[in-house]
């Protein structure tokens, strides 16, 4: 399994020729296999982390804390963060989107 990532930049486009939602590129990899703090250098909103391992994952970005099951992967969008707190017991890597 592949622990980089590319950046993908773009936007969706309606037929009619309307942006519907302008796409955020991926930046600022991390990754870990421990409880750590992740700052990130400007205001992103999306997320997406892999946890490697068996073992659920946490993490809580703007007070809220999800989880993420052994071996899956979690992508979702919020409100403006600059830092993402993970508490894990195995291997993880992910990548911000702003």
Known sequence: ?????????????????????EALSAKQPFSGSNNQTFNFTSKVRGLVISNDVLTDLTFTINAETY??????VF??????FTSVIVVAQGEYRGYVKG
């Open 1 to 21: 399994m592949s622990s980089e990532y590319q950046a993908r930049t773009g936007r969706v486009v309606k037929e009619d020729g309307t942006i519907v939602n």
């Open 67 to 72: 989880t993420v099951k052994g071996g899956e």
């Open 75 to 80: 992508e979702d969008l919020f409100d403006p």
